[in-house]
């Protein structure tokens, strides 16, 4: 099993559409979870801190599911703006982080 | 503050070529990183580095070398180019804690080896 598994899509959604992204990982010793946004020929940039009690930012949800070793994201009202890349990416101790493949979105007036 | 830069962002090599990325941050991170992505690949790790004067090695080290003599800078170098090195090269910083904190990535590096 690979270390973290994502859906590559691309999910295509209207303006306006709610969209969920799931991501599994296998290190049930991983601590710390994140996801990171990237645009087309840009780099990665930080989108939001995933914690165990779940946590929102504006549109964005992002929630921990440690028993079954996944963790998503949920983008509500989807802006044309939101399309990008999404990385999964985890972490643990004082090993770098890890990177998901990502998941493409794109969202269509 | 600039972030982490790097330096060419575009370069093209012949085969058997060497060139030197330099990447320089001024956050004052200890830890910085050396990645590469393909497409359908995602972000590999090629080097990394917890402090001055050290480096590890990441997934994929084979082909190249890296320094860090100032805290500030992260140098990778590639002593014979092969195409297969063609690739987005980026390169990252975090305060420290490398699995704990979030990491502030530069603008990439487009390298094209023929």
């Known amino acids: 099993r690979k270390e973290v598994e994502q859906d590559p899509g691309p999910f295509n959604v209207p303006e306006g559409a709610t969209v969920a992204f799931n991501c599994t990982y296998s290190?049930?010793?991983?601590?710390?979870f994140f996801w990171y946004r990237q645009d087309c020929r840009k780099e990665p940039k930080l989108l939001m801190s995933?914690?165990?009690s779940g946590n929102e930012d504006g549109r964005f949800t992002a929630q921990l599911n440690r028993a079954s070793q996944y963790i998503s994201l949920l983008i509500r009202d989807s802006k044309l703006s939101d399309s990008a890349t999404y990385l999964c990416?985890?972490?643990?101790?004082?090993?770098?982080?890890?990177f998901g493949k990502g998941t493409r979105l794109s969202v269509i007036a | 503050n600039a972030g982490v830069t790097q330096t060419p962002k575009f370069r093209v090599l012949k085969t058997g070529q060497s060139m030197t990325l330099l990447c320089a941050q001024d956050?004052?991170?200890?830890?910085m990183y050396w990645y590469r992505q393909d497409p359908g690949m995602g972000l590999r790790l090629i080097h990394y580095?917890?402090?001055?004067?050290?480096?590890a090695k990441g997934e994929v080290p084979d082909g190249y070398n890296v320094s860090r003599l100032k805290k500030q800078n992260f140098l990778l170098g590639l002593e014979s180019a092969a195409p297969s090195q063609t690739s987005v090269y980026f390169c990252?910083?975090?305060?420290?804690?490398?699995?704990?904190?979030?990491?502030?990535f530069g603008p990439g590096t487009r390298l094209t080896v023929t």
């Open positions: 990252a910083s975090s305060p420290r804690l490398a699995g704990l904190y979030e990491q502030y």
């Open positions: 290190n049930s010793a991983s601590q710390s």
């Open positions: 995933v914690y165990s």
């Open positions: 990416v985890l972490g643990g101790g004082n090993t770098p982080l890890v």
């Open positions: 956050m004052n991170h200890e830890y």
């Open positions: 580095s917890v402090g001055e004067g050290t480096t």
